[in-house]
Every structure is written in C-alpha cells, then in structure tokens.
C-alpha cells in the first residue's frame, strides 16, 4: 500500500512538473505572440504613416504647381496691363498730337 502510495506520488509529482513545463511553454508562446501582434501593429503604423507622407507629399506638390500657375498667371495679368497702359498712353499722345494738330489748322 506504501509503496502504490509513493508511485502514484511520484506519478503526482512528475504531473506537476510537466504541468510546471507547460505553462512555461503557454507563457512563453503567448509572450511571443504578443511580441509578434506588437511588430504586426507597428509594422502596420509605419505602412499607414508612409502613405500618409506620401499623400502629403502629393498634396504639397499640386499645392506647390498651383501656386506656381497662379503666379505665372500674375505675371502674364500684370504684363497685360502694362501692355494696355502703354497703348493707353500712345494713343493719348497721338490724340494730343492730333488735336494740336487740328489746333493749329485752325
């Protein structure tokens, strides 16, 4: 009777050690599996915050083009002007002349 008492404390005790081993085991893998979703979840934020440079980057450039139209479009308005202020200005004088002109016909 001892001795079934002592194997199947033997038995007891050798279960509690590879119970001990198994959730090491368990422990181990769930640390690596955690450590495993952490990289998935940065590797994830590095993939969304390269795109989203990337659109910024899109978005700064069309900004930058814009602007530059815009400005090569001011210039082209402000050359018109003085363009037309010029013209203005002939003619004036050629009025001028004209009507002095006429002045001393007169």
Do not use: P
Not at 5 to 33: S, V
Not at 38 to 47: F, M, P, V
Not at 85 to 104: A, I, V
């Amino acid at each position: 009777l001892n001795r079934q008492l002592d194997e199947q404390a033997a038995e007891l005790l050798k279960a509690e050690k590879n119970q001990q081993r198994d959730d090491k085991e368990i422990q181990r893998l769930k640390m690596q599996l955690l450590e495993r979703d952490e990289s998935s979840r940065n590797q994830l934020d590095k993939e969304l915050l390269h795109k989203e440079l990337k659109d910024l980057n899109s978005k700064l450039e069309i900004e930058a083009s814009t602007r530059k139209i815009a400005e090569n479009q001011v210039k082209d308005m402000r050359k018109k002007v003085e363009d037309l202020t010029n013209s203005l200005e002939e003619s004036r004088d050629t009025s001028n002349k004209l009507s002095t002109s006429n002045k001393k016909f007169k």
